[in-house]
Each structure stands twice: as structure tokens, then as C-alpha cells.
């Protein structure tokens, strides 16, 4: 079965603190690791994406980092803000045209000030 | 990026009565197009592709009865609630892929409709 565990279900930090959110996939076939941010009422919005080719990858203040032989990815958010304040979907597919995208459960950050 | 939308945002219906949501590519042509049902505090789950011109596909466990998906268009695709119920109640959202960023495997989702049954 195609299913990507994400922990920890919610998450409180401080502002100007370290986010970590983790993900662990089963299904070797899967390619495409992306994270997406969604806000209360709103569709999903790309954050960051990683392929398995990489062990890290950094945009900004976020950056995913990836472990192939564990089957294991995350998100670290460094100066966390209250305006990150979302919830953070981590996924998988395996990329190759329009295969489907499959979802971990999610995790709800509030970054406090 | 890709600009998908979706409509209405926020739908009220009785019990019995259909309901059709709207996605819309605005600024690219989708081929594919996917529906996701969302409950609250909970994960996306994928309800069915949505081919242009031809059958969606479903996932195991959505009623292809109950939830009609057309997409008559490169830019259209349409998700039809029929005879809902209150346990139909939930957040809809579409999403799709551009084609010129096939490479970064990017989905690029639609605003959401939040339907409710009464």
C-alpha cells in the first residue's frame, strides 16, 4: 500500500525557533518527495520539493532533508514565523507524467511569538 | 506559477439536491486534473483523475455515481455531487499540472469549495 507517515500531528514553536516535521514513505518506487503548505480555508501551495538524487535540499529558510536508505524525509523551518503558521503536508508519487500524488496526514504549526 | 481556480467557494444545499463544483485552469491547458476531499483536520484524499475526454478514473471506494467528474475541456473539469447527503459535507479541491513545469512534478491547487448539506 502507497502510504507516506508524517509526524508529529501538531507542533508549537517559538518564534525565531527550529520547525521539524517528519515523513517516511514505504513504496521504493516513489521519486518525488514535495512538501506543501495550506492555510485554514485554502488549497495547498507547493513549499519545496525534493528528488532522491539529493540528501538535502534548501530554499530560503526551509530545507528538506532526505534519507534514501531509510525511507525517511523532513522539513526543518530555521527562524520560524508566526506567519508560518499552517499546516505542512509532506507527499510522494512516483514522477513520471501524471502519476498520482499521495499525501501524509498532515501537521498543524503554530509558530507562538 | 499556475493559476487553477475554483467555484463556487463556498456551496449550501439541501439533502437530495446536486451540486456542481468547477475547476479551472486559467493560464495552461490540463490534460489531467485531480479531485481531492479533505475533512477537517485531516489529509487529502484523492478522489479520482480526471481525464480530458474521456472516463475519470476513481479511486477504490468513491461511488463514480455519486460523485460525477467531467472534463469536457483542456481547461475544465467539473465534479458533480449527486443526491447529496450531510455526510457528502466536506471541503473539495481540484488540482492539476502545467505542462511547461512537468519537470518539477509540481501540483498547482485550486482555492477549495467547502460544501455543506443540510
Known amino acids: 500500500q502507497q502510504q507516506v507517515k508524517q509526524s508529529p500531528q501538531s507542533l508549537i514553536v517559538q518564534k525565531g525557533g527550529i520547525s521539524i516535521i517528519n515523513c517516511a514513505y514505504e513504496n521504493t518506487a516513489f521519486d518525488y518527495f514535495p512538501w506543501y503548505q495550506q492555510f485554514p480555508g485554502k488549497g495547498p501551495a507547493l513549499l519545496i520539493a525534493?528528488?532522491?538524487?539529493?540528501s538535502e535540499k534548501k530554499e530560503g529558510r526551509f530545507t528538506i532533508s532526505f534519507n534514501k536508505s531509510a525511507k525517511q524525509f523532513s522539513l526543518h523551518i530555521m527562524d520560524s514565523q508566526p506567519g508560518d503558521s499552517a499546516t505542512y503536508f509532506c507527499a510522494a508519487s512516483s514522477y513520471g507524467g501524471y502519476q498520482k500524488v499521495t499525501f501524509g496526514t498532515g501537521t498543524k504549526l503554530q509558530v507562538i511569538p | 506559477g499556475a493559476v487553477v481556480s475554483q467555484h463556487p467557494s463556498r456551496v449550501i444545499c439541501k439533502s437530495g439536491t446536486s451540486v456542481k463544483i468547477e475547476c479551472r485552469s486559467l493560464?495552461?491547458?490540463?490534460?489531467?486534473m485531480f479531485w481531492y476531499r479533505q475533512f477537517p483536520k485531516q489529509s487529502l484524499m484523492l478522489m479520482a483523475t480526471s481525464n480530458e475526454g474521456s472516463k475519470a478514473t476513481y479511486e477504490q471506494g468513491v461511488e463514480k455515481d455519486k460523485f460525477l467528474i467531467n472534463h469536457a475541456s483542456l481547461t475544465l473539469s467539473t465534479l458533480t455531487v449527486t443526491s447529496a447527503h450531510p455526510e457528502d459535507s466536506s471541503f473539495y479541491i481540484c488540482s492539476a499540472r502545467d505542462p511547461a513545469a512537468i519537470n518539477t512534478g509540481e501540483l498547482f491547487f485550486g482555492e477549495g469549495s467547502r460544501l455543506t448539506v443540510l
Open positions: 493560464d495552461f491547458q490540463a490534460t489531467t
Open positions: 525534493i528528488r532522491p538524487d539529493v
